[in-house]
């Protein structure tokens, strides 16, 4: 707990300006967190015996963010070009003898998607206008609820959520991660409208919608994650980061809080 508490505050001294000014720094940052996943990723599919291409993902993927950060009308058709790519190299690969090359090849584009595609939802919410207030309202939610569920889960947690993908989570857990998310909806927004500027955008009551909701799904990211791992046999996608694992590890929620927060925001508030 004490080497996660450090290199959380750590990781708040880098990421908190990153977030304020944007721009290339704050690419740089999300950036790294989801090409170092997607460097995880394809490592704990190849441990089960598959074999996603390494430089398709990892590649499609940092052209895929940075488009979608600074060239937005660019992105689709990279994106679409790293699907096309990925299923050349696959035909290629199967015509040389792997015959479970069309497994590989939907590994590959799964990641392109998942952490390239819904990974770049971080950019889109960042450059909304006003966009660093509303990151952190939205992440804020998401790391409360993980910071909830972790610490409620880990003392009194004592009914298995999902024993199969992640024993130590448990409904106890859960709902603390659903409860820590409303409160920390509603805190923030009070915060950020009294104190930020965000003053007139977005009511407590709607806070607190958004609080519940990335209370209560985010930690299916993190469930997908523990899926993976579990098949290919690891606890940590690695060991990079002290007390929190790997960059896939950090973001598995993350990407569920970005993408969800996008579209409340532009669809009830903006």
């Known amino acids: 707990m004490r080497k996660r508490l450090i290199t959380t505050l750590v990781l708040a001294v880098i990421g908190l300006p990153a977030i304020l000014f944007g721009g290339i720094f704050y690419y740089v940052l999300m950036g790294a967190f989801l090409i170092g996943a997607a460097w995880e990723y394809v490592y704990l599919y190849r441990a089960a015996k598959f074999e996603p291409q390494m430089y398709i993902v990892v590649g499609g993927i940092t052209f895929i963010t940075f488009t979608r950060m600074f060239f937005p009308q660019f992105a ?4 679409s070009v790293s699907i096309l790519l990925a299923l050349a190299h696959h035909l290629f690969i199967y015509e040389r003898g792997r015959d479970q090359a069309a497994l590989d090849f939907s590994i590959t584009v799964t990641g392109l998607v998942y952490i390239g595609w819904v990974g770049s939802y971080f950019f889109d919410l960042r450059n909304l206008p006003n966009g660093g207030w509303w990151f952190f309202l939205v992440m804020f939610c998401v790391w409360l609820g993980d910071s909830g569920a972790y610490s409620i889960g880990r003392a009194y947690g004592r009914h298995k959520m999902a024993p199969r993908l992640s024993p130590n989570k448990s409904w106890e857990g859960y709902f603390a991660s659903v409860f820590s998310g409303v409160l920390g ?16 955008q977005i009511t407590i009551w709607q806070g607190a919608i958004l609080g519940l909701i990335l209370g209560a799904l985010p930690p299916f990211g993190d469930l997908g994650e523990s899926m993976i791992k579990r098949q290919s046999g690891f606890k940590d996608s690695s060991d990079i980061i002290p007390g929190h694992g790997g960059f896939f590890d950090r973001i598995d929620s993350w990407l569920w809080g970005a993408v969800i927060g996008y579209y409340f925001l532009i669809w009830f508030i903006l």
């Open 76 to 79: 689709l058709p990279i994106f």
């Open 185 to 200: 909806g509603m805190f923030f927004v009070y915060a950020f409208t009294t104190y930020g500027n965000l003053a007139g």
